[in-house]
């Protein structure tokens, strides 16, 4: 390649690892936050304190906010990256990228057949879980939908059947809660068996960090840096002046929200 092709390609593969590594750092905050949230619900049922548990949760719900915005920020960038290169794109590169793909594809079935008992025993252990679960479900679907058709669970005597509208609400708040947990369980279930497909993400991860630092090392060794630089922001090809040195493998997460510090909070609101 020549130096202006690797500094293209080098850019393309910065921002494909930026975004592969946010989101699964995206994807780390679905089980804690999933976890907290269910740890409060069942504290307020049990008037228990759950100031701490709240205050865990919304720290972990502002970085999580701020993740996100950096992935609105890096999606549409690279999404300007590949429109830009789009209008002139060479053989080499192409070359280049149609080969990352290929053996990505292979590192990522050979990583996927090494696990696959793993995997197959979080599917049984979710489908398990699930299953005995379904038992305790389809008596609330009974419960409730003979309460909408006018029956009760319990005996009514005939000096309480003027009560029998707030009775009925009353058996909703004290069996709801419980539903709610097992609910929750089987969220924490599937919770976990994403947690588990979510490693391809890292191996992704590790398959891009090898070819970014083999090209960021490259571009390192030439006498003009000018070709290591970012190209692309969110709205096109960056000015001159705020082109900035790309990033070592070790640190391009680092690079990424510090990148994100640059936009607006409005850049991440929907339209």
Known sequence: MTSQELHITANILYLLFANSIIEYKIKQFTTPIARLQSTVRAGLDSYKNVGHEIATLKTLLDRLSYVAGARTVYAQTLSTCMTEYSKNPTPMI???IAALQLDAQV???????????ETFLQLQKSST?????LQHLQGVVRLHKGMSEGGMPIEISPEDEANRSLIALSIVLKNNPEVIAINEEIINTLNQTTDHAALIIQAGIDIYKD?????YNKLMSLDDTRYATTLFSMYGELPQEYKSLLPDADHVFEHALQTTKLYTQTEFLPS
């Open 211 to 215: 070819y970014y630092a083999a090209l």
């Open 94 to 96: 192409e070359s280049a």
């Open 129 to 133: 879980f699930i299953n005995d679960t």
């Open 107 to 117: 590192k990522l079935r050979a990583w996927a057949d090494s696990h696959i008992t």
